[in-house]
Nanobody
């Protein structure tokens, strides 16, 4: 059973940057496609970014393209989400997810097998 633990959320001002981390326990991180989703109050969970374990391919949601970057460090079993030029509409709980044995990248929520507990990001002046 994989366990995913996010960290790095917080309160920032518009235009600031923030880096989220998600550390995965278990043996399948290196062959799992990883992703970030987010959910604002009263809204559905939204795809943010995803990667592929087998190469440099990445995928981004339209609302974050050019501002957010997903990356991973296989030596630390950790995936990151670098968020730049943050906007109030980026406010949400951010979740990382793992698609065990999935090639990735994919935005299809149902393909992800494991989820973290979420970390709150609030962008406000």
């Amino acid at each position: 059973q994989e366990q995913l633990v996010e960290s790095g959320g917080g309160l920032v001002r518009p235009g600031d940057s923030l880096r989220l981390s998600c550390t995965v326990s278990g043996r399948t991180f290196r062959t799992s496609a990883m992703a970030w989703f987010r959910q604002a109050p009263g809204e559905e969970r939204e795809f943010v970014a995803a990667d592929s374990w087998s190469g440099p391919s990445t995928l981004y949601g339209d609302s974050v393209k050019g501002r957010f970057t997903i990356s991973r460090d296989n030596t630390k079993n950790t995936v990151y989400l670098q968020m730049n030029s943050l906007k109030p509409e980026d406010t949400a709980v951010y979740y990382c997810a793992a698609d065990r044995d999935g090639l990735g990248p994919t935005s299809i929520l149902e393909l992800y097998d494991y989820w973290g507990q979420g970390t709150q990001v609030t962008v406000s002046s």
